[in-house]
Structure formats: structure tokens, C-alpha cells
């Protein structure tokens, strides 16, 4: 085995941990085969608390952090800051060969720019995802961590063709699939019912399933409530969960009374979370990730935004893009309850092979392509 590489890899919110456990698990694996690549765990602490986080370190078999910045809450602005300075330490005090950043949350657009002034390589996982609406934070950090990124690891052909048409060499471009996927073909099979299945005595494909926590959406509480209020309208009495989001948690707390048959869930864990997805009649969403999972798991699902950054889980999957207006949502409804909804197909390389395409991707890179020229 030659001279170990060390690569950084970072997570920070609630999403990343999805996308970095299989990487993880692939490192290992290469490892115990004669890689010579390593890696040193940098949660940035975006997201701090045990609903947010904590669960799904443990649920996924995600091993202790080697560095947690803990920088705690504040704007994005405040917690961007904070990131910088912490990773900024960590690798003067020993620098990496690498920098593995995945998703688009503050973490990842922080962690990279801290990385290549530091000298330090950048590998992003599910670069080139565009929605084209600079009002998403996420999409200023897809825009920014792309712009300084050596490698890109992508899940689909239009993540592809946005990096190309941005200039980026097709030699730095990785079709591998999807990290994310991986992990849920993995954990599948240990899916299991929250308390709140019992509680409510659901039952399989009679309800539906919500999750909102963009600021358009969620921060003001009088479109909250008349977004709500037409879910519950159009549902014809099936019952919904809604697993709230801390963000929206404030929002819902100034509004007194809710709509009948909404029931507000507290954010549950990975495996909890996913076995009422997969057993949902529908969910309604502004989550790019749930709609990929959703693809997967052949649940129909609808997106309460005016853009994506995954056009594919509408073009080959079971996601239709219903826009911001909730008027809009009945017709969706309608197709749904008449059978007629999309069965849609898995788009290619979700096959849970994505995170060791990666690796084997990086090995190359840092050990026999002996890394890359930084100016």
C-alpha cells in the first residue's frame, strides 16, 4: 500500500448524512481491499440538534465525527462565516488531500470555498444540479461550489449537460448516480412504523404525506395556512401527516387552529420518516431529495415549487411540479384519486452502486493520477 490520502469529508445538515454514509461505508471497503485512501469525518454542525441530525448519525451507521465545528444557529450568512473559520483551522492545523462536499446547504458552499484557498482539491457530490431561482439559497450554493470545483460527481444527464454548457472539461465530469439512493436501497428493508402510525391508525396508501420548510412556503404564516387548508381540501378526508420542520415549527405555532385531519408530526428519523413515505398514498413536498426517494419507492409526488434542480424525477419518475400557487394543486389530486397518475421508471445509475464509483473515482485521482495542479 502506498502513502495514505486523507480526504475530508463534510456534512452539516440533516440531507448531507444520507449522501456521505455510503461514501463512508465505500472508503472503508476499498480500504480493507489495499486503497490507500482515508477520511477524516467534518460535521460543521449546521444542523446541531438530535431531531435534526443526531438520528440520522445513529440510524445510518454513520461513525462519531472526527471534527464537529458546532457552529450552532444564526442567518447563513452568521453560519457561513463560522464554517469558514473553523474548516480554515482544521486544515492549517493538518491539511487534506482532498475535499469531498455533497448537496447544496451552507456547509457545502462554505467547506469548498475554505478548501481551494487552502489549496485543497474539491470533489462535489450531485454537482451541476440547476433549478435557475437565484431566490434559493441552495442554488446560490450550487452556483458558487461549482464554480470552484475540481471533480463533479453527478446523478443524471441534466446535471451533466449544466456543467458543460458552464465550460467545465468533460474530463472532470463523473456520471456515477445517486448517493442518496444508495443508502435508501440499503436501509429498505429495516424501514419500520413511527408511534404515529398506531396512534393515528393509518393504513396503507390512505394518506398523505407533507414536508414544507422553504421560506416561501413556510415563513408566512397566512400562505402556510391557505397551502394547508387546500391540501386538507382536496384530500377527500384521507388523513395527513406532517412531520414539521424546526423552521416551521414558529410559523405554525401564530396560527391557533389548523385544518381538520392535519396531523402535526414532530421530524422523525430516517427509518421512521421513509416507511411512512414508502406506505403514502402521496406526498406533497418542497424537497428536491424526498422527491428522488419517492422515484425510487414509485410514490406519486407533488412539489410545491415553481423550478427543480432534478427535472428527472418528472421526466422518468413519479414527481409532477405543481408550482407555488396551492390553487394548483387540485387537478394533481384529481388524476391521483382517478388511477391516472404516472407510474414513472428509475432513472439510470440509482442503483445503489453510486458511492462506490466514487471512490473508485477518487483512488485514481489522488493515488495514480497523483492528484491535480492547484495555481
Not at 67 to 89: C, K, P, W
Request: glycine share 8%; with cysteine; aromatic share 6%.
Amino acid at each position: 500500500m502506498g502513502k495514505m490520502k486523507k480526504i475530508d469529508i463534510v456534512a452539516g445538515a440533516r440531507p448531507n448524512f444520507m449522501k456521505i454514509a455510503p461514501i463512508i461505508k465505500a472508503i472503508e471497503k476499498a480500504k480493507a481491499c489495499g486503497s490507500s485512501l482515508e477520511f477524516r469525518l467534518i460535521h460543521t454542525g449546521q444542523h446541531y440538534d438530535q431531531d435534526m441530525s443526531g438520528s440520522f448519525i445513529e440510524q445510518l451507521g454513520i461513525p462519531a465525527p472526527d471534527i464537529n465545528l458546532r457552529v450552532g444557529s444564526g442567518t447563513q450568512t452568521e453560519q457561513t462565516a463560522r464554517i469558514m473559520t473553523g474548516y480554515e483551522r482544521v486544515l492549517i492545523e493538518r491539511k487534506s488531500d482532498a475535499c469531498v462536499v455533497v448537496g447544496d446547504v451552507t456547509s457545502t458552499m462554505a467547506c469548498a470555498i475554505t478548501a481551494q484557498k487552502c489549496q485543497v482539491p474539491v470533489a462535489h457530490v450531485e454537482g451541476g444540479l440547476r433549478s435557475g431561482d437565484w431566490t434559493m439559497p441552495e442554488e446560490i450554493n450550487r452556483v458558487v461550489t461549482d464554480s470552484i470545483t475540481n471533480w463533479f460527481f453527478t446523478t443524471s444527464q441534466f446535471a451533466n449537460e449544466n456543467l458543460h454548457k458552464n465550460g467545465v472539461e468533460k474530463e472532470r465530469v463523473f456520471f456515477v448516480g445517486n448517493t442518496m439512493i444508495d443508502t435508501l436501497l440499503e436501509y429498505m428493508p429495516k424501514f419500520h412504523k413511527p408511534p404515529i402510525w398506531d396512534e393515528l391508525h393509518l393504513r396503507n396508501r390512505e394518506y398523505f404525506v407533507i414536508t414544507l420548510h422553504r421560506p416561501n412556503n413556510v415563513d408566512e404564516g397566512k400562505k402556510l395556512l391557505s397551502l394547508l387548508s387546500e391540501i386538507v381540501r382536496c384530500s377527500q378526508g384521507r388523513q395527513i401527516v406532517f412531520p414539521v420542520h424546526p423552521r416551521t415549527v414558529k410559523t405554525l405555532a401564530q396560527l391557533g387552529s389548523l385544518p381538520p385531519g392535519l396531523h402535526i408530526a414532530n421530524p422523525l428519523g430516517y427509518l421512521e420518516f421513509n416507511y411512512l413515505v414508502m406506505s403514502a398514498l402521496a406526498v406533497v413536498t418542497d424537497s428536491g431529495g424526498i422527491t428522488e426517494e419517492a422515484t425510487v419507492m414509485g410514490v406519486p409526488c407533488m412539489t410545491m415549487r415553481d423550478s427543480t434542480e432534478r427535472p428527472e424525477t418528472i421526466t422518468l419518475g413519479t414527481n409532477e411540479l405543481v408550482g407555488t400557487d396551492p390553487l394548483k394543486l387540485e387537478p394533481y389530486v384529481k388524476r391521483l384519486f382517478a388511477g391516472r397518475w404516472k407510474k414513472g421508471i428509475i432513472p439510470p445509475l440509482w442503483d445503489g452502486k453510486a458511492s462506490e464509483r466514487i471512490v473508485s473515482h477518487l483512488n485514481k485521482l489522488l493515488t495514480i493520477g497523483g492528484g491535480i495542479d492547484q495555481e
